[in-house]
């Protein structure tokens, strides 16, 4: 989803500015990994935040503000979601299905009972499709890797993430 909107924005931005240089400046873009030539890092996407302002960061913002989640059965998009998979399976393509990580700062202000549907969705889609779902949401809460409470920083110091993820899929693959 961040992809198509970001390229969507970036192609808005190309018409309505045919001088790339000036949108290119305007947007602050720039490529960290060649590899990944549609995913667009911005310079805001590297700072890595204190424990301090990231708590700041949860009473100043949305985050937090949290809406219900529907048990597995009445949830449009946990509906969704097994539907995917089950079309994955059927097909026979490998998969691997995660949690997002969360800083400590957004997991401290997550209610009870939203963690414990979440668990809930998780363990049912793993029993219903004998599968396992890894579980990184709070494995890298405590760590200063951070730009905000739900997303870590681009850089050298939070490549764990990518190299976890990484050898999730590796292991996956034999």
Same mark, same amino acid.
């Given at each position: 989803?961040?992809?198509?909107?970001?390229?969507?924005?970036?192609?808005?931005?190309?018409?309505?500015?045919?001088?790339?240089?000036?949108?290119?400046?305007?947007?602050?873009?720039?490529?960290?990994?060649?590899?990944?030539? /549609?995913?667009? +890092?911005? &310079? =805001?996407?590297?700072?890595?935040?204190?424990? $301090?302002?990231?708590?700041?960061?949860? #009473?100043?913002?949305?985050?937090?503000?949290?809406?219900?989640?529907?048990?597995?059965?009445?949830?449009?998009?946990?509906?969704?979601?097994?539907?995917?998979?089950?079309?994955?399976?059927?097909?026979?393509?490998?998969?691997?299905?995660?949690?997002?990580?969360?800083?400590?700062?957004?997991?401290?202000?997550?209610?009870?009972?939203?963690?414990?549907? /979440?668990?809930? +969705?998780? &363990? =049912?889609?793993?029993?219903?499709?004998?599968? $396992?779902?890894?579980?990184?949401?709070? #494995?890298?809460?405590?760590?200063?890797?951070?730009?905000?409470?739900?997303?870590?920083?681009?850089?050298?110091?939070?490549?764990?993430?990518?190299?976890?993820?990484?050898?999730?899929?590796?292991?996956?693959?034999?």
């Amino acid at each position: 989803k961040f992809t198509t909107l970001t390229t969507l924005y970036d192609f808005t931005l190309k018409i309505w500015n045919k001088d790339t240089t000036q949108v290119s400046n305007k947007v602050g873009k720039f490529h960290p990994y060649p590899n990944m030539p /549609f995913y667009k +890092i911005t &310079k =805001n996407d590297i700072p890595i935040l204190t424990n $301090e302002e990231l708590h700041d960061y949860v #009473k100043e913002t949305r985050v937090g503000n949290f809406r219900e989640i529907n048990l597995p059965y009445s949830n449009i998009d946990v509906i969704a979601l097994k539907e995917i998979i089950k079309k994955i399976k059927t097909n026979d393509i490998n998969f691997v299905l995660f949690t997002t990580p969360h800083h400590q700062s957004y997991l401290d202000v997550t209610p009870n009972l939203v963690i414990d549907r /979440f668990d809930q +969705i998780i &363990k =049912n889609i793993e029993i219903e499709f004998d599968i $396992e779902v890894y579980e990184l949401t709070d #494995k890298y809460a405590d760590l200063e890797i951070w730009n905000d409470p739900t997303h870590i920083a681009v850089g050298e110091k939070s490549l764990i993430y990518s190299e976890d993820i990484s050898n999730i899929i590796l292991e996956e693959m034999n």
